[in-house]
T-cell receptor
């Protein structure tokens, strides 16, 4: 069975600080996909990134970066120079991919990030 | 980003009543999903739907729940006899584009269901 753990339930930082959100996953499959979603106070789920299990290259998108390490089953998310608008709950999720695209996402418990001005 | 819409945004119902939550997914997508999120908790998978039938469902998705896509566009979740513990945000999602395989699931804005 697949499982995603986000050990940090809540993080508080001051604007412009860097912050890393941790995600550890468990799966028996060799092919899987990892995701990050952002849930702002308005409640919607905003897709941030998807990585497949064969691609361990780190990715950077503006102030966001992701570090995927298969050896430790981790897919951590770093926000550089945080801003108040980054305040949200962030969810890490896993999908075991045995067919084209139709697999359920297993979510972690989420990390609430509060960025104070 | 592709858009999935859901109606209503908020539904209040009495215990024991039937509710139908509606979703209009992206037309090119092949897979449709329902997830729920009890307030303050994580997002949980309910069911996936492909080729007009359920492809996968969780333990939460018991006989009280059903899904259908009656007209090829709307994707509905029906709860036959609501319980207090059904109060949650229900998210619809769509994925798997006909033109390009993708593993992204695009979520709708959610329907907040309150059972009193």
């Amino acid at each position: 069975a697949q499982k995603v753990t986000q050990a940090q339930t809540e993080i508080s930082v001051v604007e412009k600080e860097d912050v890393t959100l941790d995600c550890v996953y468990e799966t028996r499959d060799t092919t899987y996909y990892l995701f990050w979603y952002k849930q702002p106070p308005s409640g919607e789920l905003v897709f941030l990134i998807r990585r497949n299990s064969f691609d361990e290259q780190n990715e950077i998108s503006g102030r966001y970066s992701w570090n995927f390490q298969k050896s430790t089953s981790s897919f951590n998310f770093t926000i550089t120079a945080s801003q108040v608008v980054d305040s949200a709950v962030y969810f890490c999720a896993l999908s075991e991919a045995y067919d084209n695209a139709g697999n359920m996402l297993t979510f972690g418990g989420g990390t609430r990030l509060m960025v104070k001005p | 980003e592709p858009e999935v819409t859901q109606t209503p945004s908020h539904q209040v119902t009495q215990m024991g009543q039937e509710v139908i939550l509606r979703c209009v997914p992206i037309s090119n997508h092949l897979y449709f999903y329902w997830y729920r999120q009890i307030l303050g908790q994580k997002v949980e998978f309910l069911v996936s739907f492909y080729n007009n039938e359920i492809s996968e469902k969780s333990e939460i998705f018991d006989d009280q729940f059903s899904v259908e896509r009656p007209d090829g566009s709307n994707f509905t979740l029906k709860i036959r006899s609501t319980k207090l513990e059904d109060s949650a945000m229900y998210f619809c999602a769509a994925g798997g584009d006909r033109r390009e395989p993708t593993y992204e699931q695009y979520f709708g804005p959610g329907t907040r269901l309150t059972v009193t």
